[in-house]
T-cell receptor
Framework: ETGVTQSPTHLIKTRGQQVTLRCSSQ?????VSWYQQALGQGPQFIFQ???????GRGNFPPRFSGLQFPNYSSELNVNALELDDSALYLC????????????FGPGTRLTVL | QKEVEQDPGPLSVPEGAIVSLNCTYS??????FMWYRQYSRKGPELLMY????GNKEDGRFTAQVDKSSKYISLFIRDSQPSDSATYLC?????????????FGRGTSLIVHP
């Protein structure tokens, strides 16, 4: 059984650019959630995907968007990057959308200059 | 006031000490309570998961939930230098509410030899 994987590990972008982050869920999991974790803070919920549909969204603007694929892997896209988007982006998967235990990947560290 | 409050620390203890980590919360609808451990530059790892009030023990770790006081704790017995990490509490409503967890900001724990 493989755990949650994310790519890339690190990324440096400039303000105004666009970025795509990728996540492969743990085997058997059909739900993927994305979080933003700023330095010294807890993860903040961005959105969740269940069976390829968005199933909840946190307080993030529309320039944060996502996709889930039939194999339950997922992408997070961020347009018009701002300096404050610099953070660790975490992907977590779970057995279903009504399951509390989430298992996190190692994260992608995004730096916006 | 944030929904979940957690002292960021750092909390520094000698090896072998009993560690107490705590969170308070304001949303009485929370029913599911989780503790995650996060090493530097890594994703959070689920340590303990409890439902409603009471205690749960797993090896050197004990999680306590007091819903009447809106207070949860994680105790670590015989602490080791390898326990040095940030400990995040998280909680969710479940049932008719959201299963998306709300996280505290994390407490940094340092166990020195």
């Amino acid at each position: 059984e493989t755990g949650v994987t994310q790519s890339p590990t690190h990324l440096i972008k400039t303000r105004g650019q666009q970025v795509t982050l990728r996540c492969s869920s743990q085997s058997g999991h059909n739900t993927v959630s994305w979080y933003q974790q700023a330095l010294g803070q807890g993860p903040q919920f961005i959105f969740q995907y269940y069976r390829e549909e968005e199933n909840g969204r946190g307080n993030f603007p529309p320039r944060f968007s996502g996709l889930q694929f039939p194999n339950y892997s997922s992408e997070l896209n961020v347009n018009a990057l701002e300096l404050d988007d610099s953070a660790l982006y975490l992907c977590a998967s779970s057995f279903s959308e009504v399951y509390n235990e989430q298992f996190f990947g190692p994260g992608t560290r995004l730096t916006v200059l | 006031q944030k929904e979940v409050e957690q002292d960021p620390g750092p909390l520094s203890v000698p090896e072998g000490a009993i560690v107490s980590l705590n969170c308070t919360y304001s949303n009485s609808a929370f029913q599911y309570f989780m503790w995650y451990r996060q090493y530097s530059r890594k994703g959070p790892e689920l340590l303990m998961y409890t439902y409603s009030s009471g205690n749960k023990e797993d090896g050197r770790f004990t999680a306590q939930v007091d819903k009447s006081s809106k207070y949860i704790s994680l105790f670590i017995r015989d602490s080791q230098p390898s326990d040095s990490a940030t400990y995040l509490c998280a909680m969710s409503q479940g049932g008719g509410g959201s299963y998306i967890p709300t996280f505290g900001r994390g407490t940094s724990l340092i166990v020195h030899p």
